[in-house]
């Protein structure tokens, strides 16, 4: 049984920063490629970055130079550090890893960026 768990969401004021952690089980966590994307509502679920099991990544625009995905394949953990954050990041944000028809996902974990 696959289980991604997010965690480390909160409160935090405009330019602060937050560390997302997303722990994964049931799969061979090395091998696999891993994603951050978010949600607010009324929206359709968006990239943030990605991480390949080389250690490859990417970013969307609006993170680029503010958010560094990681991972720690001992921990079979992927990390998303924010950082400079600011009110428009305030969404759910969801870790996922693919499978052979479509994705895994978290549960998400809540960031509101708000003074």
């Known amino acids: 049984q696959v289980q991604l768990v997010e965690s480390g969401g909160g409160l935090v004021q405009p330019g602060g920063s937050l560390r997302l952690s997303c722990a994964a089980s049931?799969?061979?966590?090395?091998?696999?490629?891993m994603g951050w994307y978010r949600q607010t509502p009324g929206k359709q679920r968006e990239l943030v970055a990605t991480?390949?099991?080389?250690?490859?990544?990417n970013y969307a625009d609006s993170v680029k130079g503010r958010f560094t995905i990681s991972r720690d394949n001992a921990k079979n953990t992927v990390y998303l550090q924010m950082n400079s954050l600011k009110p428009e990041d305030t969404a759910i944000y969801y870790c996922?890893?693919?499978?052979?028809?479509?994705?895994?996902w978290g549960q998400g974990t809540q960031v509101t960026v708000s003074s």
């Open positions: 996922n890893a693919p499978k052979a028809r479509g994705y895994y």
């Open positions: 049931g799969i061979i966590f090395s091998i696999y490629n």
């Open positions: 991480i390949t099991s080389g250690g490859m990544t």
